[in-house]
């Protein structure tokens, strides 16, 4: 199959890519190269650096006709979007709009896109949540993430593509960047590891659905061979919170820091954790790297590039 992915030199995207590649198949990224890192390009795919906004996309995705795109590439930094919501929904939304377009314009079969299940539910009422909880975003990032399901079922209808959406948990992992667009796995993992106190937002007790980027990458493979116009779910089903996660870290690395509180960041989610008992019903899709093996295996990656960086 020839497969587009977007944001193919990010975190989670290249080894989506890598993945592609490893099971045979034909794979091309578009990534504008802001946040994505060329250390991170799969010399076997075709890449274009181009931003999804650009009109550009749409003479790349007729010339290369692929099969299926994967679409990966957004702003991901949920409270820049608080800041600049403006900002945020030119590459959330105008971006997939115009994704979404090229691909009706091009003969794309099939769409996999990297929804959240955390920013587009909001503050939960269930827990865990499954795809029918209500969609209530707390942040313009989560209203962005909602609005590209919207379009892409839209567009759908109207040019007769068959998608997928995936509304990841809090993914980490190796490659994770810890600037700017982080989660906090990462941010802790560079603070420790450079000598740095990492600071914990109010009591630390707010809890997060943390799912390994491997296992998200075997969601994305199922996806995109099974799931007529599908919604699922990709996460744990287990709560951890803030606190677990520093004391984890702080051991893995040895670095023994204390565990410092800061003020609580208004509108930051209490709670999130998401039920996998649907992709796990239909595709066969359940988490297989449990908590403290993916931190101790983020550990290493951080310290085997801060010893290359040095």
Not at 36 to 45: D, L, S
Not at 62 to 89: C, I, N, T, Y
Not at 220 to 233: K, R, V, W
Request: net charge negative; proline share 3%.
């Amino acid at each position: 199959m020839k497969i587009l992915v977007t944001g193919g030199a990010g975190f989670i995207g290249s080894h989506i890519v890598d993945a592609l590649i490893d099971n045979g198949h034909e794979v091309a990224i578009v990534d504008n190269m802001i946040t994505g890192q060329e250390e991170n390009i799969n010399a076997a795919a075709h890449f274009f650096e181009l931003d999804i906004r650009s009109d550009e996309l749409m003479s790349v995705l007729k010339q290369e006709r692929f099969d299926a795109v994967l679409h990966q590439a957004a702003q991901m930094d949920v409270r820049k979007s608080v800041e600049d919501p403006r900002f945020d929904a030119d590459t959330n939304i105008m971006g997939t709009i115009n994704l979404l377009r090229a691909c009706a314009g091009s003969g794309v079969k099939r769409i996999l896109f990297a929804s959240s299940g955390g920013a587009s539910y909001g503050e939960q009422i269930e827990f865990p949540a499954t795809e029918n909880h209500r969609q209530w975003p707390d942040s313009p990032y989560g209203i962005a993430k909602l609005a590209g399901e919207r379009y892409i079922h839209y567009f759908a209808q109207s040019s007769g593509t068959s998608y997928a959406l995936l509304r990841y948990a809090n993914v980490y992992g190796p490659r994770q960047n810890p600037h700017g667009e982080a989660g906090v796995v990462a941010i802790f993992c560079k603070l420790l590891l450079s000598g740095q106190q990492p600071v914990i937002n109010g009591d630390g007790k707010q809890t997060r659905d943390f799912v390994h980027v491997n296992d998200v990458v075997r969601a994305n493979l199922l996806a995109l061979e099974h799931g007529e116009n599908a919604i699922y779910n990709v996460g744990t089903g287990i709560e951890t919170d803030i606190n677990k996660i520093f004391r984890e870290l702080n051991n893995g690395t040895g670095m023994n820091k204390p565990e410092k509180h800061v003020p609580a960041k208004q509108g930051e989610q209490v709670r999130s954790v998401l039920s996998y008992a649907k992709i796990q019903k239909e595709l066969g899709w359940e988490p297989q790297i449990d908590l403290r093996s993916g931190l101790l295996e983020t550990i290493k990656f951080f310290m085997e590039k801060q010893s290359v960086q040095v």
